[in-house]
């Protein structure tokens, strides 16, 4: 039964919690290390007399004396004054935060993983071996493409290793390019990982529909295009519908195509990047597959490649010689190693139990309701007025959308930042704002396939509701949050602290407050 349509109040908790080391007092003891036994003690006699006296520490160090039901509940209170998308919905545009199956993590977390040494003898990891092979069969069989590696740690980190292969591609046939052509569409990691791979950005506009402008692409392309990155359903939410065509014009001037597959959620099972024509395709696994990647981890960013491209993938690969499965070093033109071991193996273990889980049908589904609830959602937040839709108007998007609020800012002051903050008065994540760049105050929603009717019902009558009260009040929007455990931050210093280091100890900073933590 579908229910009314109402507000439902939110409040976050809000503890007066302190640091870990002020619950601290002597005699408090939390964890008892088990002693050796008389059995133990005369196989190997006195343990500690086996390390280096250089490795000993002169006093124990000083942590918290706290008890465990003490630490327990304190790093619960923490945890509810947290956001997360098992919270409640998190429509971060771009980035698909999408709820994911717990049987994925019980699988990722399962002793068999967790033991795993990287150091092992591949005779004795066969299994773990096996599943990556056999991941890295599906992936091929998802992007259409011949080969893929599973090094690369995340979808940045993927697109750095294709502009590799891309660089060395050209070098060893003898023909440097040295030009990338990027749509002003495209993620910015894009611009970053070509320029950090040594080329030169060439940017290209789009058209009024907001799609690559086809007459710019033909007058950048020349002997120095080495090859073009493309987003496809682009960061607006818009499919490119020439893409079969642009990746025909950029192969005759002879430069390669890189698909970035950080939208996949969009059209799996629907259409492959192989089939498009693209050379180079990554896959962020932790946003399209099975793995909440907020707070900057972890992710897997595996790189597929057409048959062309086989030989330039980083190693090791995984391989399969009808008995054994193995890593392979000998790729003839490698780029070499992007990173230690073997890839983020969790990562990849959830990934491949949900490709299982859903099969080819369930992963069609996934997208065409990703899809179903971006429209959806759109164009319940379009009829409350208000907000405007960039670009074809009339036209359906992708799992994402963007909207602008430039109106709302110049008719009542509010900002889509504003607008952002508000939402968490709701009990809905801030979706990302001013991305893509092209669109004035961006608010870029991404719904996903996971959330009901009843949930985009509430997060079209937030958007209303914010609004409304943008035009009566501006003022109550412009200083939100209320409803949370933080009010709002200051956005410079949240963005670009001093220390990336978590510390409770003053920070050295002569300009910062006394005393603050960093």
């Known amino acids: 039964m579908r229910l009314p349509n109402a507000q439902k109040p939110f409040r976050q908790c809000k503890w007066s919690e302190p640091l870990i080391c002020e619950l601290s007092s002597e005699g408090k003891v939390g964890h008892m290390v088990p002693m050796p036994s008389e059995e133990e003690l005369r196989a190997v006699g006195d343990p500690i007399g086996h390390v280096p006296s250089k490795l000993r520490r002169d006093r124990p160090p000083n942590l918290p004396r706290v008890s465990e039901v003490e630490v327990l509940r304190h790093f619960v209170r923490l945890s509810q004054q947290n956001f997360g998308v098992d919270t409640a919905p998190y429509p971060l545009g771009s980035c698909t935060m999408k709820y994911n199956p717990k049987f994925c993590e019980s699988l990722a977390s399962s002793a068999k993983v967790r033991m795993i040494h990287p150091l092992q003898d591949e005779r004795l990891v066969q299994g773990i071996l096996q599943i990556l092979y056999e991941l890295s069969r599906l992936l091929c069989e998802i992007t259409g493409m011949r080969e893929v590696s599973l090094q690369p740690s995340a979808g940045a980190h993927g697109e750095f290793a294709g502009a590799l292969m891309m660089r060395k591609y050209h070098m060893v046939r003898g023909e440097p390019r040295g030009e ?175 490709i299982l889980a859903l099969g080819r049908e369930g992963l069609r589904e996934v997208s065409e309701v990703a899809v179903l609830n971006s429209n959806y959602l759109m164009r319940r937040i379009l009829e409350g007025g208000g907000y405007e839709l960039p670009y074809q108007k009339s036209g359906i998007r992708m799992h994402e959308f963007v909207l602008s609020a430039k109106g709302i800012l110049d008719s009542t002051g509010v900002s889509a930042l504003d607008i952002a903050k508000r939402l968490l008065d709701h009990g809905i994540h801030a979706p990302t704002i001013y991305f893509p760049p092209i669109v004035k105050e961006a608010l870029m929603v991404e719904p996903t396939e996971t959330e009901s009717v009843m949930e985009l019902d509430r997060m079209a009558e937030a958007f209303r509701s914010i609004f409304e009260e943008a035009r009566a009040s501006p003022e109550l929007v412009k200083s939100s949050p209320v409803n949370t455990a933080v009010s709002r931050v200051d956005e410079v210093k949240a963005s670009h602290p001093m220390s990336m280091r978590l510390s409770w100890r003053p920070r050295p900073n002569p300009g910062a407050e006394s005393g603050s933590p960093s």
Request: aromatic share 10%; charged share 20%.
């Open 180 to 354: 990338m052509l990027i749509p002003e569409s495209a993620h910015g990691t894009n611009f970053t990982s070509a320029a950090m791979a040594g080329f030169k950005v060439v940017r290209l506009p789009l058209d009024d529909r907001g799609c690559i402008d086809m007459e710019a692409l033909k007058s950048a392309l020349s002997k120095r295009t080495a090859g073009i990155m493309i987003t496809n359903p682009n960061t607006l939410g818009i499919f490119e519908r020439d893409v079969v065509e642009i990746c025909k014009i950029v192969h005759e001037s002879g430069g390669l195509c890189y698909y970035d597959g950080a939208n996949l959620n969009a059209i799996l099972s629907k259409c492959r990047p192989g089939d498009m024509g693209f050379d180079i395709a990554h896959l962020n696994l932790h946003k399209t597959f099975a793995t909440p990647h907020g707070g900057g981890g972890p992710g897997a960013g595996p790189i597929a490649v057409s048959e062309e491209l086989e030989d330039f993938l980083p190693v090791p690969l995984v391989r399969f010689d009808g008995e054994r499965y193995y890593f392979d070093y000998g790729v003839k033109h490698s780029i070499g190693r992007v990173r230690g071991f073997y890839g983020n193996i969790a990562v990849l273990v959830k990934a491949y139990a949900y």
